[in-house]
């Protein structure tokens, strides 16, 4: 699903607040956000389409990693420019069997310790959810954008989109706790424009509090 024709959840994101401050060696936009109790939000995905424009192809060769490690994937919420290709490695002493539950691909592969699937090419735009079969709580997002402007927030709340040239850029955040089934929903859209030399702040504060992300879990002795 294209995420340029998704239309708006305007209620996902109460405020946005937006300042030019002091000139940066290129364009950067910095993003900070908190949900509707204050605290900051990890695990948001933040990324900027040019305006008017096309940005830039994803590098040849470009891939990501999603595995399995004390049955949890890590991390729990990746962002990728379409046409990468994602591996699944699995470092835990057992098998998963991962499959996409919901979004735009769809994959499924049976994963032991010592052979790691072919890499997955993902193409399409949208929002991606995948699940661990055999233990249930296992659960990632993948989240494929149209372009290489992209981060996700740290356990601080914060993130930073770095070396954007001049121009007009429509800024997204959206997170797993916005998804609404069958569909993915961005938050609202802030328009910025960018000099060479432009950063930008962005505060945005989200009328909910996200889920927690899933835990580690150790397996008990002998498990296999």
């Given amino acids: 699903m294209n995420f340029k024709r998704l239309s708006c959840l305007c209620t996902a994101v109460a405020v946005w607040l937006l300042t030019a401050i002091a000139p940066a060696t290129a364009g950067t936009i910095a993003i900070q956000i908190k949900d509707r109790k204050g605290e900051p939000v990890p695990n948001a995905v933040v990324y900027a389409l040019p305006v008017g424009g ?3 192809a994803v590098k040849v060769g470009a891939t990501a990693m999603v595995e399995q490690s004390y049955f949890k994937f890590e991390p729990f919420v990746s962002v990728m420019q379409a046409g990468t290709k994602l591996r699944l490695p699995n470092r835990d002493r057992t098998e998963h069997h991962v499959k996409v539950l919901s979004g735009p691909s769809a994959f499924e592969h049976k994963v032991y310790t010592r052979r790691e699937p072919e890499p997955v090419l993902l193409d399409k735009l949208g929002q991606i959810t995948i699940q661990c079969l055999l233990h249930d709580w296992m659960s990632a997002h993948i989240y494929v954008v149209d372009t290489p402007w992209f981060n996700k927030t740290g ?14 850029f429509d800024v997204f955040v959206t997170h797993p706790s916005l998804l609404i089934p069958g ?16 950063l930008i702040t962005i505060e945005a504060k989200f009328d909910l509090v996200p889920k927690a992300e899933p835990s580690r879990r150790t397996p008990p002795p002998g498990y296999d």
């Fill in 183 to 198: 569909q993915v929903s961005p938050s609202m859209p802030r328009r910025v424009k960018l000099d060479a030399a432009t």
């Fill in 54 to 56: 096309k940005a830039p």
């Fill in 155 to 168: 356990r601080g709340g914060s993130a930073v989109l770095e070396n954007l040239p001049a121009g007009e």
